[in-house]
C-alpha cells in the first residue's frame, strides 16, 4: 500500500468519524468501508462486528444481510470463527470455509 493510499484510508476513516452521529452508524459504515477494501471483483467479502457481554454475543453492525445472517448461525452453534475471534481476541482469516475443520456446524450451514 503506497503512502497515497494510506492517507486516502486515513482520511475515509476520519470522515466517518467526523459524519456519523451515532456509534451504530459509524459501526454500519466502517464495515461497508472494510468490504470496499477487501472485496474484489471475484469475491465479495462480507463484514460483521460481534461483540461479546456477559457470555452474549450480538452483531452489533453489517456490510449486509448475508454477513448478518452468518453471525446469527454461529450464535445458533455457539461457535464459529467470529465468536473465537472476539472471544480469543485474535484475527481469524479462513480462505475457504469448506474446506475449515475448527467449526464443522458452521461450516456445513454456512
Given amino acids: 500500500m503506497t503512502h497515497d493510499h494510506r492517507v486516502t484510508k486515513s482520511r475515509d476513516l476520519q470522515r466517518l468519524i467526523l459524519e456519523s452521529s451515532e456509534i451504530e452508524s459509524f459501526l454500519n459504515a466502517l464495515t461497508r468501508l472494510a468490504?470496499?477494501?477487501l472485496s474484489d471483483a471475484s469475491e465479495e467479502v462480507l463484514c460483521g462486528i460481534t461483540l461479546?457481554?456477559?457470555k452474549r454475543a450480538a452483531t452489533v453492525a453489517s456490510s449486509s444481510?448475508?454477513?448478518q445472517d452468518l453471525d446469527e448461525v454461529q450464535y445458533s452453534y455457539?461457535?464459529?470463527p467470529c465468536?473465537?475471534?472476539?472471544?480469543?481476541?485474535?484475527l481469524e482469516h479462513?480462505?475457504?470455509l469448506q474446506a475449515e475443520e475448527r467449526w464443522p456446524e458452521y461450516s456445513q450451514t454456512s
Fill in 78 to 80: 455457539k461457535d464459529g
Fill in 52 to 54: 461479546l457481554r456477559h
Fill in 65 to 67: 444481510q448475508d454477513a
Fill in 83 to 90: 465468536l473465537n475471534a472476539a472471544r480469543n481476541q485474535t
Fill in 35 to 37: 468490504v470496499h477494501e
Fill in 94 to 96: 479462513i480462505p475457504d
